[in-house]
């Protein structure tokens, strides 16, 4: 319980403290996408990427919108869990010398950040909804379809080329 910035009580506190969490969590991605960018050598994969940035910076929007709805102030709580799939990435990312290895890593990589993410949003969504706050879901509900929709997308490149590329190494 060190982590938290105050105690969580009500469905209505974890709620906020999981909006918190997942927004250092879009704040952190948006930080680490554009290496995601450069390391990338797949042109699939780097518009991908380059595209889900994009996302990302209106998600973090989004959730500035769901605070400002809920009556609380968009504020960020240390998030341990993505600060260690983004730690990870990092690691093998550095490791691998082979471009297509290296494309099918970076693939991995943002897939578990997806997971995580399609996660968060989808217990906030339901959530939200539980508490009554059917505005905050749909917004929150606009997130997720996107994270599905890039999860999705991560699955097709790597399924479709990066992983037989990779096995020719």
């Not at 060190?2 to 952190?28: C, M, N, R, W």
């Not at 968009?74 to 730690?87: F, M, R, S, Y």
């Not at 990312?93 to 997971?115: M, P, R, S, T, Y």
């Amino acid at each position: 319980m060190g982590l938290l910035s105050k105690p969580i009580k009500t469905l209505d506190d974890l709620f906020v403290h999981t909006l918190q969490d997942i927004y250092y969590a879009e704040q952190q991605i948006t930080k680490a996408l554009p290496k995601m960018i450069s390391k990338a050598t797949d042109p699939m994969l780097k518009q991908g990427f380059e595209m889900h940035l994009e996302e990302t910076k209106n998600q973090v929007k989004r959730l500035e919108q769901v605070f400002q709805m809920h009556g609380q102030p968009a504020k960020a709580v240390t998030c341990p869990a993505i600060d260690g799939i983004l730690e990870e990435a990092n690691d093998i990312l550095g490791d691998v010398k082979d471009n297509d290895v290296i494309d099918a890593a970076a693939a991995a990589a943002a897939q578990a950040v997806e997971h995580y993410e399609i996660a968060r949003y989808g217990t906030l969504v339901a959530w939200a909804r539980e508490l009554g706050r059917d505005d905050c879901a749909s917004v929150l509900e606009q997130t997720l379809k996107e994270e599905k929709a890039a999860d999705a997308k991560l699955t097709d490149i790597a399924e479709s080329r990066l992983n037989r590329l990779a096995t020719q190494r």
